[in-house]
């Protein structure tokens, strides 16, 4: 029996890399991310993707969260991995790595390319889709997994998931926060999310 497709749904800066080696780990070929660059993203995701997931078992990162619902229908049986992460963490993860940088990706998935300067509208994206997903498989629980990596979740959670048995080696939990920006966009997060939400 072929293997599933396992396809990680995870917003970027959710555990993505984490959960890639950790699929490797497993036996898996994975690939991700990809057209990250493309400027014509948007009109190539899903071709890309159908061609991608030919080629190898497993998926993470983008564009694989945008295109989840087509590969469903393409691909049935298959396992999607919704990865979380708390919302301050991960808007204060996406700024420090990405910052001003804007690539089409981030443009498609956004409407704006860089986070720094866009963060309620980065926000508002993540949490949506977090519940956009959720609400899809509410009929089919058994098909999606959610899994917080950043919160210590790891190999106890994923092979029962996934039917595998639990590798002897450490889950690999990769690009733990380093501090590579200043204290004021944190304090500038905290800000945000404060006003967003209400709370003091």
Same mark, same amino acid.
């Given at each position: 029996?072929?293997?599933?497709?396992?396809?990680?749904?995870?917003?970027?800066?959710?555990?993505?890399?984490?959960? @890639?080696?950790?699929?490797?780990?497993?036996? #898996?070929?994975?690939?991700?991310?990809?057209? /990250?660059?493309?400027?014509?993203?948007?009109?190539?995701? &899903? =071709?890309?993707?159908?061609?991608?997931?030919?080629?190898?078992?497993?998926?993470?990162?983008?564009?694989?969260?945008?295109?989840?619902? !087509?590969?469903? @229908?393409?691909?049935?049986?298959?396992?999607?991995?919704?990865?979380?992460?708390?919302?301050?963490?991960?808007?204060?993860? /996406? &700024?420090?790595?990405?910052?001003? !940088?804007?690539? =089409?990706?981030?443009?498609?998935? #956004? %409407?704006?390319?860089?986070?720094?300067?866009?963060?309620? /509208? #980065?926000?508002?994206?993540? !949490?949506?889709?977090?519940?956009?997903?959720?609400?899809?498989?509410?009929?089919?629980?058994?098909?999606?997994?959610? &899994?917080?990596?950043? !919160?210590?979740? %790891?190999? @106890?959670?994923?092979?029962?998931?996934? %039917?595998?048995?639990?590798?002897?080696?450490?889950?690999?939990? @990769?690009?733990?926060? %380093?501090?590579?920006?200043?204290?004021?966009?944190?304090?500038?997060?905290?800000?945000?999310?404060?006003? &967003?939400?209400?709370?003091?």
């Amino acid at each position: 029996m072929a293997t599933s497709k396992v396809f990680g749904i995870g917003f970027h800066k959710t555990g993505t890399t984490s959960l @890639e080696f950790a699929l490797r780990e497993l036996g #898996y070929s994975v690939t991700g991310p990809n057209g /990250v660059d493309d400027p014509d993203i948007a009109t190539n995701a &899903l =071709p890309l993707a159908y061609r991608l997931a030919e080629q190898f078992d497993a998926f993470q990162d983008n564009p694989w969260p945008v295109v989840y619902k !087509e590969l469903d @229908e393409r691909y049935p049986g298959s396992r999607f991995i919704l990865t979380l992460r708390p919302t301050e963490p991960w808007i204060r993860s /996406v &700024l420090g790595h990405f910052g001003r !940088e804007t690539t =089409p990706m981030r443009e498609w998935i #956004y %409407g704006a390319g860089c986070p720094e300067g866009h963060e309620e /509208v #980065y926000i508002s994206r993540y !949490e949506a889709h977090s519940r956009e997903v959720l609400d899809y498989f509410r009929e089919r629980p058994d098909d999606l997994l959610r &899994l917080r990596l950043t !919160e210590g979740e %790891g190999w @106890e959670k994923l092979c029962p998931f996934l %039917g595998k048995d639990i590798p002897s080696v450490p889950f690999p939990h @990769e690009k733990k926060a %380093g501090g590579r920006r200043t204290r004021s966009v944190i304090a500038g997060v905290r800000s945000l999310l404060s006003r &967003l939400t209400g709370r003091a």
